[in-house]
């Protein structure tokens, strides 16, 4: 017995070791083989981070020159209503509607204009890099510091909402936004932000669009889709921006003046080739009643435009915005530029920017002289 566990002493551990090997290898091998095949993932994925980040910062360099070459023309080039216009003389705004001008020489005010309606231009910046750019005049987008309820609630509709939850997101909106605390039909103030366990009401204008979607309802009402196609649409201009007829997208016409589609599409057609001056236009192009206000300036750029810059051959085709922002009398610089924003590629206004122009190419985008 004794002998025998001595025997077992001297001999077990090598049968069990002997025994124990293989598996050991075995699991080393797995060991290794997963370290190895997570290491090329991790390179693999690497490969992916870097060239994401590469063209990120091609997207980016490239916005930066576009944004130099528009600041650039903003402040040598004559603004007019539909963009500016490269090359022409500085008028007052009156002489751009008046046939007769002061010059002897007949002037066409959308000769050479660089249009500020969302259209795209292609810039190029060397053989490897052609770039997108898109500028909007926020004067043509809808203003939701106006608090028009009634062109709100329309907007929303054409972008699918149904007709009940327009009117409630247009009055909780503008429940949002007003300085008071009543509470108007519809509407929600700081008690139905409260029982929601919401932050109240800011009761003042919005700064940018995307605060709007804090307002009551906002984040849960909106039809799928709608928010990126809004953010596109709106703005929050002061109070005192004009409407800008020709710069303003088909859907924004048609919020404001009760339009169908085919109606705002005649509109857009009309303004490739004269000048809209007003309402009275619309009623001369689609037949139907529009009461301009007195109080509104109808045919003139705002002081912001949105410059969207996208890679052409991006396969990610990330889009860069910015605003372009013209200064008041009395600040230090001509220009500021805010921003930017990327936005997702695979938002419903890229797509649907894309099948609109379908038919129409981009236009070279304008290098200024010097
Ligand atoms: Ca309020």
Known sequence: MKRAMKRDDLLQPQDREAGFILPVVMVALAVI????????????????????LRADIRLQRTALVAEARVAYLLATEPLGAAGLRQGARRY????????????????????NVLRFDNRAYEMSLGS???????????????????????????????LGAKEEAARQLAATLHDFIDADDLKRLN??????????GQMPPPNRDLNQVSEAFSAFGWSSELPAGAAGRLAELTSTASATTPFNLNTAPQDVLR????LTEDEAATVIRARETSLLVGPTSLTSLTGRPAQPSDFRLYAFPGRSIRLSVRL??????????????LAEAGDIYPYFVLGPEIDNPSSKFAERANEQDEDTPPRPFPFPVG
């Not at 052409?312 to 922002?325: D, K, L």
């Open 92 to 111: 007052r705004i009156s002489d751009e509607f008046s046939a007769a001008s002061e010059s002897s020489e007949p002037v066409d005010p959308l000769a």
């Open 312 to 325: 052409v051959n991006e396969p990610r085709g990330a889009t860069h915005i910015s605003w372009i922002r």
């Open 187 to 196: 509407g929600a103030e700081a008690s139905e932000y409260e029982r929601a």
């Open 255 to 258: 919020a404001w003046f009760d």
């Open 128 to 158: 490897d890099t052609v770039a997108e750019v898109r500028l909007q005049d926020e004067a043509g987008l809808l203003n939701l510091n106006i608090l028009d309820q009634v062109a709100l609630e329309r907007l929303l509709r054409n």
């Open 33 to 52: 083989s997963l370290s190895i095949w997570a290491a090329l993932s991790a390179l693999e994925s690497t490969r992916k981070d870097l060239s994401d």
